[in-house]
């Protein structure tokens, strides 16, 4: 038969999909997943088992660890020497487990993560908890199966005499499933039990009288009863855990913050690295040092502030930055009936309460078994007694030990069994204290077997020596709490102030796009002019906010998109420096420009709103508390028809006029009362009514009659007419004129369009930009004041092939 023929074909995902279903199944089944009914995985279980059938019991001596783990491996757990280890050192951590099941002497690790020391140094026995998982267990209470190479037995599972799943917690990933089942208290979830055992009717809620919530071994206050509730109907939900933290009071007015419980599984050392980092970064003003106290006395961090530092606002954002408070996620799964499942706490309690009644079963039966077979010894004993010469006689008169049993059974009715006692008697029982002895553990035992066969017969008496035999541990191992518990979630709000240092600066920005954040030292030392700012050769600064650090800018876009910037947030260059392109520090598409800047120190300032005014003659007024956002992407601030565009917003009060003035010389004066405020992204009302070929330049709120409205055109003519003659009229209509354009083959042009408006109501300089990239500029003073019709006066020398298209007042400081 040649080489080939000795295959067979097979679909390669046929064979993966096979092997890697086994894999599967052994890492969920035993490996990773704990069994609901003694909550251990299985090396946890091994270890265990191997130290009680070794004797490494509380009332010996420790012995060295090397010889737990080399028991485990050789007999139960084929895998390296360092999983188990590495198992056995969980168990003996007190910040880990509720209770813990290894008594280990030595060094088994610490909270900082430092690893334990090897197995060879380290000794350790069972816990006296331990034993209650192990007690009754060599009275058949549970199944055993063969180990790996069939030379001896294991568990299966232990009886575990306590809910140690929920007691202990465990955590594990496997393949497509992971379990994270928190540490609760033992009292509670003992009572919980007994309660649930006794009226089996109970509902969630009366559990959750009694069960809180978890209550994890290293303290710390628990928020979150929603996510306590989720978790415990369906087996996922959420939680907070906080450190416990205090504030003191220190010599020169000086405070500091000490923190004695962290959250469960956080390495202490890496918070006190993290927060320490902060400091060093300055991300927080105000840490002067952070400092790690713990010792024989327990835990203690100690993070000391500077003078009038706030600390509750570096606390929060503690809180906010580091593992100080942190989130915990049930998943409570573990196996049911040879499978996985995510289990509630009332699906948990019950299955461990079935296991209880078996084992308990399992038990009484055994010890029924046992009692039976003495009290017929006993009856056989009494009755030879009774007889004793006859028995005697027979004794004597037979062959040999076999001939003495079989004539025993023939000549006076003895089984078998109480013929072997009698053979085996010995002298000393003879006598009549003896005798009187053997008839009352006769009656001693008839009533122990009554007592086991009532247990046997009744469900009640079953569930009376579960209940007794679980408060018996709940009062020898009961713990108070450890964890507070909080019904809400705290909301984290961290002040800006305990963040940035509060500093006034400038931000500037360009007509090309270039922003920065200038000190105003930087700005005095750089001469104190606008003039000397640092940009690129044709652009120049259209923009200058003075502001806070602590402040926010809201930056509008032509496409009716805005963002939210923190000042803080923008690079800081020096006044001479050019600064950096906008969309550096925002995500705006090429295609979209900023057309205004408005500074905010408040959102909830009462009566605050802005103005939006469109090119097509739209007007919207929102709510400034609309715009709050915590996004740093494009958030849409008003809806843009197509062919449309934002001109203009204003920041308003409401009690204003708004004056709109169009391309083709048309302007309008209303109320802005009249436009209703409105929601975010509302496209607003019609604020002028346009030509096709129209279209609005310039927006500006005005009030009174003070000042001049001047208006200037695409060939630098201008002019300015009184506020007064523009009178307020309803929204949404045709306007007034208010410019004259000069039309006629002689007549020399004063322009075809207005590029712009402002409301002067003192000297200002105008900054022009033309199409060819001139840049001009002239003093508002120099054009004539004429009425609402006039042709103007050119107050710049504009080439006849060019044209002025962007025009905006200079800044000033």
Same mark, same amino acid.
């Given at each position: 038969?040649?080489?080939? /023929?000795?295959?067979?074909?097979?679909?390669?995902?046929?064979?993966? +999909?096979?092997?890697?279903?086994?894999?599967?199944?052994?890492?969920?089944?035993?490996?990773?997943?704990?069994?609901?009914?003694?909550?251990?995985?299985?090396?946890?279980?091994?270890?265990?088992?191997?130290?009680?059938?070794?004797?490494?019991?509380?009332?010996?001596?420790?012995?060295?660890?090397?010889?737990?783990?080399?028991?485990? $491996?050789?007999?139960?757990?084929?895998?390296?020497?360092?999983?188990?280890?590495?198992?056995?050192?969980?168990?003996?951590?007190?910040?880990?487990?509720?209770?813990?099941?290894?008594?280990?002497?030595?060094?088994?690790?610490?909270? %900082?993560?430092?690893?334990?020391?090897?197995?060879?140094?380290?000794?350790?026995?069972?816990?006296?908890?331990?034993? /209650?998982?192990?007690?009754?267990? /060599?009275?058949?209470?549970?199944?055993? &199966?063969?180990?790996?190479?069939?030379?001896?037995?294991?568990?299966?599972?232990?009886?575990?005499?306590?809910?140690?799943?929920?007691?202990?917690?465990?955590?594990?990933?496997?393949?497509?499933?992971?379990?994270?089942?928190?540490?609760?208290?033992?009292?509670?979830?003992?009572?919980?039990?007994?309660?649930?055992?006794?009226?089996?009717?109970?509902?969630?809620?009366?559990?959750?009288?009694?069960? #809180?919530?978890?209550? =994890?071994?290293?303290?710390?206050?628990?928020?979150?009863?929603? +996510?306590?509730?989720?978790?415990?109907?369906?087996?996922?939900?959420?939680?907070?855990?906080?450190?416990?933290?205090?504030?003191?009071?220190?010599?020169?007015?000086?405070?500091?913050?000490? !923190?004695?419980?962290?959250?469960?599984?956080?390495?202490?050392?890496?918070? !006190?690295?993290? $927060?320490?980092?902060?400091?060093? /970064?300055?991300?927080?003003?105000?840490?002067?040092?952070?400092? %790690?106290?713990?010792?024989?006395? +327990?835990?203690?961090?100690?993070?000391?502030?500077?003078?009038?530092?706030?600390?509750?606002?570096?606390?929060?954002?503690?809180?906010?930055?580091?593992?100080?408070?942190?989130?915990?996620?049930?998943? $409570?799964?573990?196996?049911?009936?040879?499978?996985?499942?995510?289990? @509630?706490?009332?699906?948990?309690?019950?299955?461990?309460?079935?296991?209880?009644?078996?084992?308990?079963?399992?038990?009484?039966?055994?010890?029924?078994?046992?009692?039976?077979?003495?009290?017929?010894?006993?009856?056989?004993?009494?009755?030879?007694?009774?007889?004793?010469?006859?028995?005697?006689?027979?004794?004597?008169?037979?062959?040999?030990?076999?001939?003495?049993?079989?004539?025993?059974?023939?000549?006076?009715?003895?089984?078998?069994?109480?013929?072997?006692?009698?053979?085996?008697?010995?002298?000393?029982?003879?006598?009549?204290?003896?005798?009187?002895?053997?008839?009352?553990?006769?009656?001693?035992?008839?009533?122990?077997?009554?007592?086991?066969? @009532?247990?046997?017969?009744?469900?009640? *008496?079953?569930?009376?020596?579960? #209940?007794?035999?679980?408060?018996?541990?709940?009062?020898?191992?009961?713990?108070?709490?450890?964890?507070?518990?909080?019904?809400?979630?705290?909301?984290?709000?961290?002040?800006?102030?305990?963040?940035?240092?509060?500093?006034?600066?400038?931000?500037?920005?360009?007509?090309?796009?270039?922003?920065?954040?200038?000190? *105003?030292?930087?700005?005095?030392?750089?001469?104190?002019?606008?003039?000397?700012?640092?940009?690129?050769?044709?652009?120049?600064?259209?923009?200058?906010? %003075?502001?806070?650090?602590?402040?926010?800018?809201?930056?509008?876009?032509?496409? @009716?998109?805005?963002?939210?910037?923190?000042?803080?947030?923008?690079?800081?260059? *020096?006044?001479?420096?050019?600064?950096?392109?906008?969309?550096?520090?925002?995500?705006?598409?090429?295609?979209?420009?900023?057309?205004?800047?408005?500074?905010?120190?408040?959102?909830?300032?009462?009566?605050?709103?802005?103005?939006?005014?469109?090119?097509?003659?739209?007007?919207?007024?929102?709510?400034?508390?609309?715009?709050?956002?915590?996004?740093?992407?494009?958030?849409?601030?008003?809806?843009?028809?197509?062919?449309?565009?934002?001109?203009?917003?204003?920041?308003? %009060?409401?009690?204003?006029?708004?004056?709109?003035?169009?391309?083709?010389?048309?302007?309008?004066? =209303?109320?802005?009362?009249?436009?209703?405020?409105?929601?975010?992204?509302?496209?607003?009302?019609?604020?002028?009514?346009?030509?096709?070929?129209?279209?609005?330049?310039?927006?500006?709120?005005?009030?009174?009659?003070?000042?001049?409205?001047?208006?200037?055109?695409?060939?630098?003519?201008?002019?300015?007419?009184?506020?007064?003659?523009?009178?307020?009229?309803?929204?949404?209509?045709?306007?007034?004129?208010?410019?004259? =354009?000069?039309?006629?083959?002689?007549?020399?042009?004063?322009?075809?369009?207005?590029? @712009?408006?402002?409301?002067?109501?003192?000297?200002?300089?105008?900054? $022009?930009?033309?199409?060819?990239?001139?840049?001009?500029?002239?003093?508002?003073? &120099?054009?004539?004041?004429?009425?609402?019709?006039?042709?103007?006066?050119?107050?710049?020398?504009?080439?006849?092939?060019?044209?002025?298209?962007?025009?905006?007042?200079?800044?000033?400081?």
């Amino acid at each position: 038969m040649s080489n080939l /023929e000795q295959f067979l074909p097979a679909f390669l995902e046929e064979v993966v +999909g096979d092997r890697f279903g086994r894999y599967s199944k052994y890492i969920i089944q035993d490996r990773a997943i704990p069994d609901v009914r003694d909550g251990l995985k299985p090396v946890q279980r091994r270890i265990l088992y191997a130290m009680y059938d070794a004797g490494n019991t509380p009332d010996k001596p420790y012995r060295k660890s090397a010889k737990t783990v080399g028991d485990v $491996m050789g007999n139960y757990h084929p895998h390296g020497d360092s999983s188990i280890y590495e198992g056995m050192v969980r168990m003996a951590q007190p910040w880990k487990m509720a209770h813990v099941l290894v008594d280990g002497h030595g060094n088994w690790g610490s909270q %900082d993560d430092d690893p334990a020391a090897a197995m060879r140094y380290t000794e350790a026995r069972l816990s006296p908890i331990a034993m /209650e998982l192990l007690r009754d267990i /060599e009275k058949r209470t549970v199944l055993f &199966k063969d180990n790996f190479d069939n030379t001896t037995k294991e568990p299966v599972v232990l009886p575990s005499r306590y809910p140690n799943l929920l007691v202990n917690g465990v955590s594990g990933i496997s393949s497509g499933f992971a379990t994270e089942i928190p540490t609760h208290n033992l009292r509670e979830v003992i009572d919980a039990c007994i309660l649930l055992m006794q009226q089996p009717n109970t509902t969630l809620e009366q559990l959750m009288a009694i069960v #809180k919530g978890p209550d =994890f071994p290293t303290g710390g206050l628990i928020m979150g009863e929603e +996510g306590i509730r989720d978790a415990y109907t369906t087996g996922k939900g959420r939680i907070h855990i906080r450190s416990k933290t205090a504030i003191e009071d220190m010599k020169g007015g000086r405070q500091q913050i000490v !923190v004695t419980e962290i959250p469960y599984q956080v390495v202490k050392s890496r918070l !006190v690295t993290a $927060m320490e980092n902060i400091r060093l /970064e300055k991300k927080v003003e105000g840490i002067a040092e952070v400092r %790690d106290e713990s010792g024989r006395n +327990g835990l203690r961090i100690v993070v000391e502030l500077k003078k009038e530092a706030d600390a509750q606002g570096i606390l929060a954002y503690l809180f906010k930055k580091t593992d100080l408070q942190v989130t915990y996620n049930f998943n $409570m799964v573990a196996i049911v009936n040879k499978a996985p499942r995510q289990l @509630g706490l009332l699906e948990i309690l019950s299955a461990y309460i079935a296991h209880q009644k078996e084992v308990v079963t399992f038990r009484t039966t055994f010890e029924l078994e046992k009692a039976e077979d003495r009290a017929h010894v006993l009856e056989g004993l009494v009755k030879a007694l009774n007889i004793l010469d006859d028995v005697i006689a027979t004794i004597k008169a037979s062959k040999n030990r076999q001939d003495a049993q079989n004539n025993l059974v023939a000549k006076f009715g003895f089984t078998e069994r109480q013929a072997d006692a009698i053979l085996t008697l010995q002298l000393y029982r003879l006598t009549n204290l003896e005798i009187t002895t053997l008839e009352k553990e006769h009656k001693d035992i008839m009533k122990r077997i009554a007592y086991l066969r @009532g247990i046997l017969d009744s469900e009640k *008496k079953l569930i009376g020596v579960i #209940k007794d035999e679980l408060t018996e541990i709940r009062d020898k191992f009961g713990i108070d709490r450890r964890s507070d518990i909080q019904g809400e979630v705290e909301e984290l709000k961290v002040n800006l102030e305990v963040i940035v240092p509060a500093e006034d600066v400038f931000v500037t920005l360009s007509h090309e796009g270039y922003i920065k954040r200038t000190s *105003k030292l930087s700005f005095t030392r750089s001469g104190g002019e606008l003039n000397n700012a640092g940009v690129k050769e044709g652009d120049v600064i259209r923009t200058l906010v %003075d502001v806070n650090t602590i402040d926010q800018l809201l930056l509008f876009t032509r496409k @009716g998109q805005y963002y939210q910037l923190p000042v803080h947030q923008i690079p800081e260059f *020096k006044w001479k420096d050019t600064g950096t392109a906008v969309v550096n520090v925002v995500p705006m598409p090429k295609d979209d420009a900023i057309i205004s800047v408005i500074p905010v120190k408040d959102f909830e300032e009462a009566g605050r709103s802005l103005v939006f005014v469109s090119k097509r003659g739209q007007v919207k007024r929102t709510e400034l508390k609309e715009y709050k956002s915590s996004r740093s992407t494009a958030i849409a601030a008003v809806k843009v028809s197509e062919g449309d565009e934002i001109i203009r917003v204003l920041p308003s %009060d409401g009690e204003k006029e708004l004056l709109l003035v169009s391309k083709l010389g048309m302007s309008i004066r =209303f109320p802005e009362g009249e436009v209703n405020p409105m929601g975010r992204v509302a496209g607003g009302v019609r604020g002028l009514q346009l030509k096709d070929e129209d279209e609005v330049v310039a927006a500006e709120l005005v009030t009174g009659d003070e000042g001049e409205v001047l208006v200037l055109t695409d060939l630098g003519y201008a002019k300015r007419t009184l506020l007064m003659d523009y009178m307020i009229q309803g929204r949404g209509g045709k306007g007034v004129s208010t410019f004259e =354009f000069k039309e006629g083959k002689r007549v020399k042009p004063n322009g075809d369009r207005i590029v @712009g408006a402002f409301h002067c109501k003192e000297e200002q300089e105008l900054v $022009m930009l033309t199409a060819t990239g001139a840049h001009l500029s002239a003093s508002t003073e &120099k054009a004539p004041i004429e009425d609402r019709r006039g042709t103007g006066k050119a107050i710049v020398p504009v080439d006849k092939k060019d044209a002025i298209h962007t025009v905006f007042p200079r800044c000033g400081v």
